[in-house]
């Protein structure tokens, strides 16, 4: 099973930027790999998507021209890049690495990835 770390969370005033970063440890760096956030009093919501070969990227409409996913597949880490914050983007952001047989229309459900990491907070003030 792997394990996936994030870091990178912070508090940032409104139009300012944050890069979060998740590691990942003890398997192969091989699947398809989200970033999900929460915050408080609501449920967990997609935020982007990466293929294994990094080619094809997907990302919520929310974020979508002010956030960029990458990842380095030989470092085994993935990344996101989050500009022009705004104060709705504040919660606890997840990483996590999706499952071997991965539903590509599904992307955005949280029962398509199967190992979490323990997330990483992002708070951004008006």
């Known amino acids: 099973q792997v394990q996936l770390v994030e870091s990178g969370g912070g508090l940032v005033q409104a139009g300012g930027s944050l890069r979060l970063s998740c590691a990942a440890s003890g398997g192969a760096f091989t699947r398809w790999m989200g970033w999900f956030r929460q915050a408080p009093g609501k449920e967990r919501e997609f935020v982007a998507s990466?293929?294994?070969?990094?080619?094809?990227?997907i990302y919520a409409d929310s974020v979508k021209g002010r956030f960029t996913v990458s990842r380095d597949n030989a470092k085994a880490t993935v990344d996101l890049q989050m500009n022009s914050l705004q104060p709705a983007d504040t919660a606890v952001y997840y990483c996590?690495?999706?499952?071997?047989?991965?539903?590509?229309?599904?992307?955005?459900?949280?029962?398509?990835?199967?190992?979490w990491g323990q997330g990483t907070q992002v708070t951004v003030s008006p």
């Open positions: 996590a690495q999706g499952r071997p047989i991965y539903t590509l229309a599904y992307y955005y459900q949280t029962n398509q990835y199967d190992s």
């Open positions: 990466i293929s294994r070969s990094g080619g094809t990227t």
